[in-house]
C-alpha cells in the first residue's frame, strides 16, 4: 500500500469536512476519487500530500507520516489551486522542478509528451489556462514518481488536450505508476480507472471498481413515450430522477426497473416503446449522492 487515510476528521471551523474517512491506495491501481463539490475530496488530497494534518485519524505516505519530507519524495502531485511561476519559461520551469530529482524525465521527451515543446521558450504568465494545467501535470510527472495525486487535472482543458492528458496519464499507469486523481469528468475516470471511491458529505459512500459501484446501487434506465407530463414520475419511490426528451420520450433513473414496469402497467400509464437499461456510471453516482431527486437537468449534465 503506498498511501492510506484510516478513520479520518478534518473539519473547517467547527464544520466537518471529511467524518471518518478509510482509503487505501494500493501500489499500481488507478483510483478514481468522485463527489460533488465540497464533498471533501481537496481536503483528503491534501491530507494524503501532507499539506493538512487531520483533527483525528491517522494518513500514511509511503509508510510515513506525510508531513515528513522524506515521505514525499516518490510523490507527484498537482493541487488544484497551485499555479506557475509567471516569469519564468516553460523549459526553465521544468528545469528547475527537475533540478529536485536524482532522474528526472528528460525535458525534451516530457515537453513533448504533453505537447509543450512548441512553448518552451515562453513564460509562463502567458500560457493559456490550459497550458499552464499541462505544465502543473508534466510537472508532477518530472521525478518519475511512484505515485501522483492530481486535483482535477482536467479542468479548463478542451477535449483534445483532455483526452491527450488521460493518454499520458494511462501511459505512466502502463508503465507500473500508481494514480489518485479526481475529476468531474465521469466518463474519464470510468476508462482510466479499476476503483473508484465516491466521497459525499465527507464520507466514503463507495469503494469498488467501476462495476462493483454500478452494482451496489444498480440503477436502471426506464424509457418510453407517453403524453403524461414527465414530473408525474418524480413521484415514483423507487425514482432517482426522471428526464424528458424529445418526441414525447421520459426516462425514470430507477432503483427497481421491475417495480416502476409494474408500476406503469398496474396504473394504466399509457405509454409504448418500453426500454429498460443499465445507467451510466455517472447515473448510478447522481444516485448514490442523491443529487438526482432534483431537477431533471441533473441527470443529463456530464460536469457534475
Ligand atoms: N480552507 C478552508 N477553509 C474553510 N472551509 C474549507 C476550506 N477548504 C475546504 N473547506 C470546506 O470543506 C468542505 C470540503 O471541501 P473540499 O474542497 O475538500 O471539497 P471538494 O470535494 O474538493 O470540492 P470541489 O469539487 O468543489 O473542489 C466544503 O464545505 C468546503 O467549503
Not at 487515510?5 to 467547527?14: F, L, P, Q
Amino acid at each position: 500500500m503506498l498511501a492510506a487515510a484510516r478513520g479520518v476528521t478534518k473539519s473547517y471551523a467547527g464544520k466537518p469536512a471529511l467524518s471518518g474517512v478509510s482509503l487505501d491506495i494500493r501500489a499500481g491501481e488507478a483510483l478514481g476519487l468522485l463527489g460533488p463539490n465540497g464533498a471533501g475530496k481537496s481536503t483528503l488530497l491534501n491530507l494524503l500530500c501532507g499539506i493538512r494534518t487531520p483533527d483525528a485519524g491517522t494518513v500514511e505516505l509511503f509508510g510515513r507520516n506525510p508531513r515528513e519530507p522524506a515521505a514525499r519524495r516518490q510523490l507527484g502531485t498537482t493541487p488544484q489551486a497551485t499555479s506557475v511561476p509567471p516569469t519564468l519559461r516553460v523549459r526553465e520551469t521544468v528545469d528547475f522542478v527537475a533540478a529536485h530529482y536524482e532522474h528526472p524525465v528528460p525535458r525534451t521527451r516530457l515537453l513533448r509528451e504533453f505537447g509543450l515543446t512548441h512553448i518552451a521558450d515562453k513564460q509562463c504568465g502567458g500560457l493559456s489556462g490550459g497550458q499552464q494545467r499541462r505544465l502543473l501535470v508534466a510537472l508532477a510527472l518530472v521525478g518519475r514518481p511512484r505515485l501522483v495525486i492530481l486535483d482535477e487535472p482536467t479542468t479548463g482543458l478542451d477535449v483534445e488536450a483532455r483526452e491527450n492528458l488521460w493518454e499520458r496519464l494511462g501511459q505512466y499507469r502502463r508503465d507500473g505508476g500508481t494514480l489518485l486523481v479526481t475529476s468531474h469528468y465521469l466518463e474519464e475516470i470510468q476508462a482510466l480507472s479499476g476503483r473508484v471511491a465516491v466521497l459525499n458529505n465527507g464520507e466514503v459512500v463507495a469503494d469498488g471498481t467501476v462495476d462493483q459501484v454500478r452494482s451496489r446501487v444498480s440503477v436502471s434506465r426506464v424509457s418510453f413515450r407517453t403524453h403524461l407530463p414527465p414530473s408525474l414520475f418524480e413521484s415514483l419511490p423507487e425514482s432517482a430522477g426522471v428526464t424528458a426528451g424529445g418526441d414525447n420520450v421520459v426516462t425514470v433513473l430507477s432503483r427497481d426497473s421491475d417495480a416502476t414496469v409494474r408500476r406503469l402497467v398496474r396504473d394504466n400509464i399509457p405509454f409504448s416503446g418500453l426500454e429498460v437499461h443499465t445507467a451510466s456510471l455517472e447515473e448510478a453516482f447522481l444516485s448514490l449522492t442523491h443529487l438526482s431527486a432534483g431537477p431533471e437537468t441533473r441527470v443529463r449534465e456530464e460536469k457534475l
